[in-house]
């Protein structure tokens, strides 16, 4: 069974940064697809970054342009999300998710593994 082992979160003022890290050792696809969700009950997870491994291709929402940062190296299992310039808009809790696939997308319908999620929250 794959599993994704969140870490990383917490609190931080507004203006801060946090960096999530997600442990994706159990799962392997050739060409695969990784990204990072977050979601504040009862609306739906949004997408917030997505990245394909192997050519590095990325992706992101408008509303994280140049603050946040989707990272992966070859060597290493961790998929990373840097946060900067955080915002209280920004508190959620924040999911990594993994499938195989040959584009980025933003779509939670793209992904068939799950991290347990980590709270991210953003005071003023």
Do not use: H, N
């Not at 603050?67 to 060597?75: A, C, T, V």
């Not at 840097?82 to 584009?103: I, K, S, V």
């Amino acid at each position: 069974q794959v599993q994704l082992v969140q870490s990383g979160g917490g609190s931080v003022q507004t203006g801060g940064s946090l960096v999530l890290s997600c442990d994706t050792s159990g799962f392997f696809c050739w060409r695969a697809r990784m990204a990072w969700f977050r979601q504040v009950l009862p609306k739906d997870p949004e997408g917030v970054a997505s990245i394909i491994t192997i050519d590095k291709k990325t992706t992101y929402a408008e509303f994280v342009k140049g603050r946040f940062s989707i990272s992966k190296d070859d060597d290493s299992p961790i998929l990373s999300l840097r946060m900067t310039a955080l915002e209280p808009e920004d508190t959620a809790m924040y999911y990594c998710a993994a499938a195989c696939g040959m584009e980025p997308r933003l779509d939670a319908s793209a992904y068939k593994y799950w991290g347990q999620g980590t709270q991210v929250t953003v005071s003023s």
